[in-house]
């Protein structure tokens, strides 16, 4: 099941570009959890286009609609239906691509893939798929909270050269939504939102780095060899549309040193065992160890731009394209929230995973 | 069930470092694949420790036994159970780490999982599971060999900051077995081992970076949306040993660039629609478009180095530890062989997977 | 995943009975086939209830919308979702269920399980799940008519005491459709309707058998072991509401012949190989023989009765109930054209399964 | 994975009758259980052929090796691998079979299916695979014992036409175990027995029914929809070699039965809510309720006779084989055990699938 994500709080999620609409169905969601459309709406309105000028100008209100697994504003425990109509759809904006591959989209891979494809907005490969994972994504951190005091925050760490030095404090929810570019620290997001403007003026986009991390987990989550917490966290990352590379803790930038420079000493903490130093990035032998857990995700420049450039029609003729209409110069801030709604669906798989496993029989 | 991997051409891996055996069970192979012991003791005796000064001197043969699944010479569509038998464990030299946590190993985190731990040599966490990984993908390989003229080669790029510059043309299987360190390039190579010796005789450890290319694959493989090709890659590769870090074509450097220089347009070819630059790495929107697939996997200093380390204990007091025995200054070229496995693994069950979706029904 | 099912055609459904509406959505179907909302209408009017006396008369018009995964016409590989309101809900008819558990129905193990439950019209647990099933399950036969001169035909072939002898000849669809009762010998579909209506009028209910029977399907479809086509059959057949059994070929009545008498011997046919008689019922070591397939389910009688019947309520006190309202006398017609979706779906996800390991590498 | 069988609890079996070993790998099973060697060779011990006239002579000891999983007498929560070797095979007895197809066995169906097989008594389809299946059921059952007073017990309810007249008491284990046929009457186990020996004499075989009763396990264990506890009880069932039928509960019987006949009233226990009667057989919409699990499994006659028969070689022509040397006359003592170990796991599967979503967050 290639649009299925998550092994026990597993999601699924369906819709294209310029279809009637675009749903995810939550499967294995505990029962009891109070929920309401407006926790949901909550987080789509934070990925929605349209928010600011850095971003798309497409107008979807994206509102949610829950169709099934909640009564009574609770969950049940069977599936959570949710759907969000398309409404600012331009099929007619998109006639051109029909018979032209967009360069470095998914329009030719799709074509060879299935011999066929909606090339309306990308279809399947539109950003909007998102939707559905930012839906459940809100959900899985309903459930976190009840779990413990896990908080998770994503931000827009670089764009381009310009970006933060070091890893700095935790920062707040209130200091990464200030800005419409969603960097916590003032300066260097004025640059940054500075920059966009200039790129989005010339017709062209640009790209960079989200950076996300989660304090108040548990030590105990993720499996040893194939599922990994990293692994199953770089696999989330990897999925989301224009994402490059992955790193967690030290990342490249580890490489450079010696392992005596680089290993992380236990200590003796007032909560039991810790770090001195977090190079690990909150994960050791795959399975977290109750520090900060802290990631890089790259994004690419958007494939879209303004310019004409060479491509080649469904004849393998060579042609020109020239991107029309809506234009997101950068994707990182509308990214923000789906790294934090794709690290919340693994973190609750895995805690229930580890649960199952760990705490159910005992000897 | 989190130590298999991959979903018709699935993989099972068992056994702890210093247990009787380690081993792998193959479900989903094919049947009539000529396949002997021989096939597979290639690709292990890549991985074997001792192979040179540079790699940790463990004394394994490593030979592999067929146990099922093998029937005069060829697979015969059932599980192939796979086993090596652990020869040169040495419970005695690990009794200190019953007590003591090794900074930036797994024994911290399998202790807070599971309550209590296999401790001799990292039990699980242990480097030798990934034999039932490299046979695994001794198979994988014959079967993609079998499909037409794939070919998977990794090699180690760069030794903390002592690296090629640049792709360059696609390395043959010679050049990188040439040099215990397994980089194509001779000085570079010689660099690279000078400085492995250097940190050796230290008692220290150093990490790098291990680039792997693909070529010959055809357009279509890889999913849309979650089973993205890089994103199965990404999972690959996160979940072996001390990786810290993917990326895949332009990676994070690729993040410096505007839209309009990173885009790679489409251009005809003689055998069909092809791109002029390659920043995409081979894959558009989840699935491969034809062009070679490149990614770099971040692999940070092995853990165990040869000098005293803070830590604590079971009880959580403050304490010490030193590194003893066989040491392994440099994990990077026993991991090229592992990266090649794990990339052919994700890569024939994409294959399969596309096969079974694109090719069956006809309409 | 508890909702979904298949691994290469999956389908995964969700709604409640007085929800807004219920749905699927089919992940893994291949691109190309021709599929409008007509062909999926066409089953699920052969599913619906108010179809005839002899069934429930909830008024629902059933319609079914495709909202992804079909661009001009045909499938695009992508998700399939389809989507059909609920439209005769009559929620305060069920106040009384809210406080006591129906016998014999889901109320009292969901409470169990979960803690809590939508009342109304047995949310989950209602037969109006198996819409989503039937819709997928139209897919499915498109599919197969692909692949080759497959059918499958189900039918009543007893209610209570009144049933055919013998399996006969495979009956034709206008057989089975030629009343409502769906019993393709007119005399005995006569006392079978006389039967159901004797007892709607005693306001009781009851069950029966429905065989199932496919012809054309190749040799060499399921799996050894534990993915036996007659496993995920019997899986299939025991997930439906109210089914209490299953058999494949001679069954239990077969345990009473000796080996020398139920042997099915092979010999030479015009295809190929074939057996003289067919008490496998077409399935030998899990895996198709080409000849045809038959098995049967058995559905007890329905549990809502207008009768007063003990039960408890939530707090656990004694107390009565008395069916009202909408009453479904006997679940067997409306269950022929699920236990063909079912057979269809198992069918076609073993088809491509098989394909994927036997028909993609070659040597 | 067609050898994988479980979510969460998980078991791959592996080995062909006359290769050089059998064995599983259990994937999933809680850290800190006891475990022996001697724990699962109990199991095995009722599992083995040769243990008295009435089942096949074939000499194996089938000891079972732990080869990973267990550390100083307990379970790691690591995969858990064992082995047993095969001891008694004499390939040479099996060369007609390499060119002829034995009437209902699976030869015909791998052949067709895979191009090859092995042909060495009857390769992976022979029951030796279910010995994987009787040692990860040994632990299943371990863990049941944990997790409260769970008890499965299977018998052999009926030989051809010579069986136990309703459910009775549940029996001991002493009384099932108290003659070689597992059936835990005395007079009707001495005609069983009769019976059996009689049919040897003639070279013939017989079949008949299991049955298995499960007590003690709480209300809450399935899913609703697909992973039915029944449904997931019928698939381990049909994927038993020979099985043919499976019936929960009342089962065929129930559909004579009118809905007031057959419901059965919900009453106030001392532990709580229970039922007078148990037609429904412990699980109702896909949940267990409290009460006692039954359910029967239909075996047919072992194929393998000791007579001429006609058949097809490979070529497809017409001609006759005989059976020879060692031969099992009725399978059912032997099928007790194996029903009894895919029981449990089964249930611990569930026991973990339903604690991970209705036990771990809290609201």
């Known amino acids: ?40 709406q909550v987080e789509l309105d934070r990925r929605r286009p349209g928010q600011s000028d850095l971003v798309t100008p497409r107008k979807e209100a994206d509102r949610v609609e829950i169709l099934a697994g909640v009564f009574e504003g609770r969950t049940t425990g069977v599936p ?24 470095s989209h998914a329009d030719f891979t799709y074509q060879a893939k299935y011999g066929l494809r909606d090339h309306r907005g990308g279809g399947r490969s539109s950003a909007r798929e998102t939707i559905g994972r930012v839906a459940a994504g809100a959900v899985a951190k309903k459930l976190l909270a009840a ?8 931000y827009v760490s670089r764009v381009q050269d310009i970006g933060l030095s070091g890893l700095g404090e935790f920062p707040t929810a209130a200091a990464v939504e200030a800005t419409p570019v969603r960097c ?28 996300c991390r989660v304090r108040g987990l548990p030590a105990g989550l993720g499996e040893p060899v194939f599922d990994r917490l990293e692994a199953d966290l770089a696999k989330a990352m990897l999925s989301l549309p224009a994402s490059k ?9 580890g490489t450079f040193l010696r392992g005596s420079e680089h290993n992380d ?31 890089t995700v790259a994004f690419k420049p958007v494939a879209t731009v303004m310019k004409p450039q060479a491509t080649v029609d469904l004849a393998g003729h060579a042609t020109e394209l020239t991107g029309r209409g809506r234009h997101d ?24 995973r580890n649960a199952a496993q760990t705490h159910v029989f005992k000897f």
Chains 1, 2, 3, 4 share one sequence.
């Open 265 to 295: 000493a236990f200590v003796p903490k007032a909560e039991g065992v810790g770090t001195a130093t977090n190079r690990s990035g909150g994960v050791q032998g795959g399975i977290s160890n109750g520090e900060e857990i802290y990631f």
């Open 184 to 211: 916590p620290d003032a300066a260097v997001a004025a640059a940054m939102i500075k920059r966009i403007e200039d790129v989005r003026a010339a017709g062209d986009s640009v790209g960079g780095v989200v950076t």
């Open 80 to 103: 959570i239906s949710l759907l969000v109509r398309n409404s600012d759809a331009r099929p007619g904006a998109y006639d051109e691509m029909r018979e032209k591959f967009r360069p």
């Open 245 to 253: 590379g992955f790193e967690i803790g030290s990342g490249y930038a």
């Open 1 to 40: 099941m290639p649009n299925t994500f998550g092994k026990l709080f597993s999601i699924s999620t369906w819709g294209e570009s310029h279809g009637p609409a675009v749903g995810v169905v939550i499967d294995g969601c505990p029962p009891g959890l109070p929920l309401s459309e407006a926790d949901i």
């Open 329 to 352: 110069p950068c994707v990182l801030p509308r990214a923000v929230p789906i790294v934090e709604a794709m690290t919340a669906l693994v973190l609750v798989d895995h805690w229930m």
């Open 147 to 154: 779990g413990g005091p896990v908080e998770i925050r994503a």
